[in-house]
């Protein structure tokens, strides 16, 4: 079956700590993104991605980092920097040349910050 | 920049009854893209139903359908015969014509209510 998967689902992280959230996608999509959504609110755009080896900040990028090196892979690490890091994180990718088509999403990785 | 306003945080509807969502949005462009996503209590985002900016036509996608003004800018969802599988968050997204990137509403909690 294709789709996007994130591991893992849930997460608990010592503050101080660096800690990546995998995200794989087997539908031959080529941008990926990683949003951040916090109780009860909208999602907030943190990396994308068009293309391999190359990626864009988001709205609120400070504190993560992304690679990509792989058309299938785009990990999302949460640093030290990032002061407040607890809230559910959603993986997506789409076809980057058809603007109709829509984001296709994972099932999320909740991180907790202890 | 592009904003989407979801201007109901919390619906409820009885079961069987119909309920209308609304979106709305602020764009320089002439041709983008709107869809509607639901997210369930799984927080599994799905997309519900899309609409291209220069059709003419209300998309309907089986019980939902759009209400597509554009020169009002306004994107609303309707949701007719509620079921209680449509309790979800609802969030109105919006695509520009180069596909770059996706503008997320905040969210409209709807209940449905037996």
């Known amino acids: 079956d294709g789709g996007i998967t994130q591991s893992p689902k849930y997460l608990f992280r010592k503050e101080g700590q660096n800690v990546t959230l995998s995200c794989e996608q087997n539908l031959n999509h080529d941008a990926m993104y990683w949003y951040r959504q916090d109780p009860g609110q909208g999602l907030r755009l943190i990396y994308y991605?068009?293309?391999?080896?190359?990626?864009q900040k988001g709205d609120i990028a400070e504190g993560y980092s992304v690679s990509r090196e792989k058309k299938e892979s785009f990990p999302l690490t949460v640093t030290s920097a990032q002061k407040n890091p607890t809230a559910f994180y959603l993986c997506?990718?789409?076809?980057?040349?058809?603007?109709?088509?829509?984001?296709?999403f994972g099932p999320g990785t909740r991180l907790t910050v202890l | 920049a592009q904003t989407v306003t979801q201007s109901q945080p919390e619906m409820s509807v009885q079961e069987a009854e119909t309920v209308t969502l609304s979106c709305t949005y602020d764009?320089?462009?002439?041709?983008?893209?709107l869809f509607w996503y639901k997210q369930p209590p799984s927080r599994q985002m799905i997309l519900v139903i899309r609409?291209?900016?220069?059709?003419?036509q209300n998309a309907t996608e089986n019980r939902f359908s759009v209400n597509f003004q554009k020169a009002a800018k306004s994107f609303s969802l309707k949701i007719s015969d509620s079921q209680l599988g449509d309790t979800a968050m609802y969030f109105c997204?919006?695509?520009?014509?180069?596909?770059?990137?996706?503008?997320f509403g905040p969210g409209t909690r709807l209940s449905v209510l037996p």
């Open positions: 609409q291209e900016a220069y059709k003419q």
């Open positions: 764009t320089s462009e002439s041709n983008y893209y």
């Open positions: 997506a990718s789409s076809q980057a040349g058809g603007p109709l088509n829509e984001q296709f």
């Open positions: 991605s068009q293309i391999v080896n190359d990626f």
């Open positions: 997204a919006y695509r520009d014509n180069y596909g770059q990137n996706f503008v």
